[in-house]
């Protein structure tokens, strides 16, 4: 037989090898997951993510993440949807194959240049500010932080402030008057029942330093939680305890959850932007947008031609201005 010439040639002499895997194309459509059922993540560990499926606390579930969420981030409070072996009983595993989005999200960074952001908790409506009056002594600037992430990721926040047997909170108290917020104060000789009565029905997160009663706080709340607690150092500064967040139910039928976060030493807002913050406050806001541009809503002599000065002038509102500016200060490590 002759030899072909190239010219000769066409579609039908291509030969293709099929690949060593399945030449099939992967298909792009998923599993509809109708048997699946909705759960709260309340703890992370290695890799498994306890959920409360329907948020119902005496039905748990231990859950992988799903290969086709990939790297998808999944925290204490995500609403997530569970298929498999859904049973709950010992040595079995679900798995998570999707992540509702977030109502809410408290974020941090390590400090306020690092880019790098961590989800402290998510869909929590409240976050209650732990800090004690003494022992160690109150930080204003970490808890104008913590109002500054609440304000910023959809929280409500409450400042509890412990220990009150040790020294007067009136002065704290009266120093917070200015923001949108409820000011509780517990004291160890007595039952927090203020405290339980703004938890109750809802998703709560506890953030503090370590040292400031936190832990004590949510054994007394929630009294099988068992979580550690430690005496504070020589140098007024509390040990940490809780190593990692855990959501715990309100018993007595109160329907609330409260998330104990680990201590936290410094609360970096590296991610939270002017507009983020002046966005909590609704009033301010829209005169905001009148600025000019690149303003920082400082006032002077930073801002002298901010609008602010004038609307809170106008409409009586310098105590949220103040407010404002205080935590819009402490975002940029210019704590007053």
């Keep these: 037989m002759a030899q072909r010439g190239w010219r000769d040639l066409d579609e039908s002499d291509v030969k293709v090898r099929p690949g060593r895997r399945n030449s099939r194309p992967r298909s792009k459509q998923r599993p509809a997951h109708r048997d699946a059922v909705v759960g709260m993540v309340i703890a ?118 412990t220990k009150a047997d040790l020294a007067d909170p009136t002065e704290w108290a009266d120093g917070y008057a200015g923001f949108d917020m409820s000011v509780l104060t517990t004291r ?36 099988r939680a068992r979580r550690s607690t430690a005496e504070v150092s020589e140098t007024g500064k509390g040990r940490h305890t809780s190593t990692s967040a855990v959501a715990l139910p309100l018993p007595d039928g109160a329907g609330g959850w409260v998330v104990d976060t680990p201590g936290i030493r410094s609360f970096g807002l590296a991610h939270i932007t002017t507009g983020d913050l002046v966005n909590a406050f609704e009033d301010l806001a829209e005169t905001a947008e009148e600025c000019p541009p690149n303003c920082g809503h400082l006032g002077a002599p930073e801002d002298p031609e901010c609008r602010l000065d004038e609307f809170a002038a106008r409409e009586g509102r310098h105590r949220q201005l103040s407010s404002l500016r205080r935590l819009l200060r402490s975002r940029t490590g210019r704590d007053e």
């Excluded at 402290?120 to 500010?129: F, G, H, P, R, Y």
């Excluded at 039952?191 to 370590?210: F, I, K, N, Q």
């Design 44 to 161: 992370v560990d290695r890799g498994r993510w306890t959920c409360a499926v329907d948020g119902n606390p005496d039905h748990q579930v231990v859950a992988m993440r799903a290969r086709e969420l990939g790297r998808t981030p999944i925290v204490v409070g995500d609403r997530v949807w569970l298929v498999g072996d859904t049973s709950g009983e010992p040595d079995t595993l679900a798995r998570i194959v999707r992540v509702d989005e977030r109502e809410s999200v408290l974020r941090r960074t390590a400090d306020d240049t690092d880019p790098y952001e961590r989800v402290v908790v998510a869909n929590a409506e409240q976050l209650v500010i732990v800090s004690s009056l003494a022992d160690p002594p109150p930080r204003p600037g970490f808890i104008d932080r913590c109002l500054v992430a609440a304000y910023a990721g959809g929280l409500t926040p409450v400042l509890c402030l």
């Design 188 to 223: 160890p000789d007595a039952e927090p029942e203020e405290l339980r009565a703004v938890l109750r029905g809802r998703l709560s997160a506890l953030v503090g330093h370590s040292g400031v009663g936190k832990s004590t706080l949510v054994n007394r709340l929630v009294p």
